[in-house]
């Protein structure tokens, strides 16, 4: 199911829904790396394993999207695919492939600085799940 994007002053919103909790924590990570360039251009040269831990299932969606936020500011990951593995009892785990940032290939979007807790929410909804998390830009 995709995400949408969601506009807020100085702000920018995703809204994410799938049948698991996993899936819906996919669907964030691939909003959020498809503000930062075209998902098209990144490759799967490399993989990055992922752990957050957080006291509750919202935090756990805003603390996931940091540490993506981190990766990429540190080594320039580009996510071009991610499977999380566990999510729940304050724990996620994940496989994020994708490359390193090259200017020459990938083409700049919106510079994320954080995922907020501001009206973030993960929640079992109608068939599955919903996520709503915002960024700040």
């Known amino acids: 199911m995709p995400v949408e994007v969601l506009e ?5 919103g995703l809204r994410a829904r799938a ?5 819906v924590l996919q ?7 498809s503000l930062i360039t075209d998902p098209q ?8 394993q992922v752990e ?4 509750d ?11 993506l936020l981190f990766l990429h500011a540190r080594d320039g990951m580009l996510a071009r695919r991610c499977a999380v593995h566990e999510a729940g009892g304050g724990r996620l785990r994940a496989t994020v492939w994708g490359e390193r940032f090259d200017p020459g290939r990938h083409p700049r ?3 994320v600085k954080s995922a907020t807790y501001h009206q973030a929410r993960v929640e079992p909804s109608a068939g599955g799940w919903t996520a709503v998390v915002y960024l700040d830009v």
């Open 8 to 12: 807020h002053t100085a702000e920018v």
């Open 19 to 23: 049948d698991s909790l996993e899936s």
């Open 27 to 33: 669907e964030l990570a691939a909003g959020l790396f």
């Open 41 to 48: 251009t990144v490759q799967e040269r490399e993989a990055w």
């Open 52 to 55: 957050v831990q957080a006291d």
């Open 57 to 67: 299932l919202t935090a756990l969606a805003v603390e996931w999207l940091n540490e």
């Open 109 to 111: 979007g919106i510079e």
